[in-house]
């Protein structure tokens, strides 16, 4: 940065922050005024603040960040018509903020930039910002960058990755390198847990990244719940706890936007807003090595150069696509990508002193090395270190030796070494449910809920007790939000048009070019399964039909149980009231009762048993169903349990014989039914309802009693216990916790429940 000591007057400087931060480290005075180029625009052309963005929340009905990114790109388009739907909005939307006199213009700012020196290092410019930039006095000048020669260094496993670079920086810190001279860099939140736990083993101490959520604290949880059924704040408020924790970061959030009485902006910011955890002194710090100035006295550890990792390319889901991208003068993605690797490639050149690392592999899955990997000297490292630095990590490797050697066989390179230098006392953990004094004030159980319990209790208590398992809607999760409202519109109201509701439901939400590929063709596969539901009314006597039907059932001593049945149609005749519910399905939910007597798969026993709660006159059941939906397979019939009685039955399918509606149905030439069939009797419809009421019960029941034994269930040789579960470095499960059940598969066919 030779060119400031040239600088003898005031000027701008627009750079990264990193290179602010590298200023400021001189600790002499240069008369330059330093910001980025984010914030050189917001000054010259406009800025806004929440207030705009609630407006275009409420004007165009969508969530409070989607109007924001609204806002956000209002800066690129021109007073003119394009005549491409995207750009005419942000126009529209610029022009209302501009009637209402929110987009806030800092003449003082322009002006006082008309006389003064602009200096742009080492930044690319856009047309964009080229044109903002016509009529002032600046200049472009690039950074000299060194390039040192560094090696890229290959480990199997992610354990031996973080481990070496642990040795390593233990034998920096023995050579007398300060602590605060090491970095860490390019370590994503898959690193987290193996860092801190290896790091500590060696005495090291790391400032983690971590930003939880704020919502993930009890305190701003209740206030949540509260306040959806009072909008007095002051009163909410009064009913916390001010010594629990989050307390404070909640009352921080509530001073910053109660001013704009919105009760879901709050709650979404509450729900969305992130903090970080405290820092420590004399810790390893975690860069940002594209927004970092390193110094030549300092060390930088680059892991996880792996594929995905790094380069993080950029992807073409900005609102502004490349399509459109030139007409308003910004980057494509493509020219982004290739800025990114040349940046990347200069930086790590320019660093002193550089260890760069990359795995094969981690406890989940599998990597490839960066493509960058090409422009430097890729070396296999063998983990071949001494035992001086942590003996508690030797002795837990010493585990792992035992472990693989007695569960499969296997034995480690350094097995021989641990076992003569280091004792332990093998296996001798207990990893049992030791029990909690819980008063539980409030229990609301579902079909989902009581599914996790069932499968294990010690599983149902890490989600559901302590709510380590924050939910996450995912792309699947969409699909079937997705399916359920359009099928509830268009028979609700008896409007046909899936496109018109499919639209409704997407406007507020972004998908990846990826996820659109498979939207589209579960859109066009809705139409498949409409038809289907179409057609069944031919052969159905029922004439009335209940939709997205929510059924609370009140234990008392706010305990509740609740369900939402996607379909209920119903027939009244001679004073009795013929009843089949139908859910839709877009996963692969087991459809047997079977396992009834387990606690599990009773979705369907469940809404049978729900609907019970109901007003229904001498209720009937014809049958109880779900109707699966997904692109792999279109055959959308019902699959479920019919009423064995035919005239019964002949309500929902009056060609049973050789039903169309409903899979496996059909009968003999004899008039019995095939053994595909899963038909019972009414006497077996009412031990269903009564048996699932038990269970119900009896998982309350023991709840309630704080019953969360690791007690995860395999059934027939497969563990659905712990299939999907997050909890697997949490339970330590061993083979004699699981329960192992061998299922009568009586009810495969047409067999009565028994």
Sequence with gaps: MDFLKDINEEVILICEDAVKEKILSFNRLIPIKMMNILEFMKLYLFSYDDEAVMLISKVYNCKYEIAKMYIENLYFVKDKEYGIAKLDKLLEIKRLLDEKKMLIYNNDFREYVKDKKIIIYDLKLSDFYKEMLVGLNYECIFGNYREFEHKVYHYKTMEDEVFDVAYRICLLIDSGVDVKKIKLTNVDSSYYNTIERIFSLCGLKVNILYKKCLSSYEVVRRFIELYRDCDDVSKVISQLDQKMLGYEELINVLNKYLKYEDRELIIYKLENEKISDKQVDNAIEIIDYINYCSLDDEYIFMMGFNDSLIPNSYKDTFYITDNIAKMVGVFTTRELNNFLREDIVKKIKDIKNLYISYKDKDSKKSYYPSTLCSSFLVVDRNCEYDYSFSEVNNKIKLVRCY????????????????????????????????????????????????????????????????????????????????????????????????????????????????????????????????????????????????????????????????????????????????????????????????????????????????????????????????????????????????????????????????????????????????????????????????????????????????????????????????????????????????????????????????
């Design 403 to 754: 472990d693989n050697f007695i569960k499969y066989g296997q034995v480690l390179e350094e097995f021989s070494n641990l076992k003569s230098n280091f004792k332990i006392n093998y296996n001798s953990f207990s990893n049992k449910y030791l029990g909690i004094d819980r008063i539980s004030d409030k229990l609301t159980l579902s079909y989902s809920k009581m599914q996790i319990y069932s499968k294990c209790a010690f599983r149902y208590y890490l989600s559901e007790i302590l709510k380590l398992d924050i939910y996450e809607e995912n792309f699947s999760a969409v699909i079937g939000s997705m399916v359920h409202f359009i099928m509830e519109q268009c028979l609700r109201n008896k409007d046909y048009d899936t496109d018109k509701y499919a639209d409704i439901f997407c406007k507020e939400r972004v998908f990846t070019k990826r996820e659109y590929f498979f939207l589209n063709k579960y859109k066009e596969n809705i139409k498949d399964l409409l038809k289907q539901v179409l057609q069944e009314k031919d052969y159905m006597s029922f004439d009335q039909a209940l939709y997205e039907e929510k059924i609370e059932i009140d234990y008392g001593n706010n305990i509740k149980f609740v369900g939402v049945i996607d379909k209920i149609l119903y027939y009244v005749d001679n004073d009795k009231t013929y009843i089949c519910l139908v859910d839709y399905k877009t996963g692969n939910d087991i459809i047997s009762l079977n396992n009834l007597k387990y606690g599990l798969d009773m979705q369907l026993p469940i809404y049978l048993y729900l609907s019970t709660k109901m007003n229904f006159k001498n209720p009937v059941y014809v049958g109880f169903y779900l109707q699966k939906f997904n692109i792999s397979e279109k055959d959308y019939r019902l699959q479920g349990y019919s009423n064995s009685d035919k005239d019964i039955l002949s309500l929902i399918d009056s060609d049973y014989d050789n039903s169309k509606i409903i899979k496996g149905l059909k009968t003999l030439k004899d008039g019995s039914f095939a053994k595909s069939s899963k038909v019972i009797d009414n006497d077996c419809m009412r031990k269903i309802i009564d048996d699932t009421s038990l269970k119900i019960d009896e998982v309350i029941k023991n709840i309630e009693s704080n019953k969360f034994d690791i007690n995860p269930k395999v059934i027939d040789g497969k563990n659905r216990g712990c299939e999907y579960c997050k909890f697997a470095d949490i339970c330590f499960v061993k083979s004699d916790d699981y329960v192992n059940i061998v299922v009568d598969d009586s009810l495969n066919g047409g067999d009565v429940f028994g």
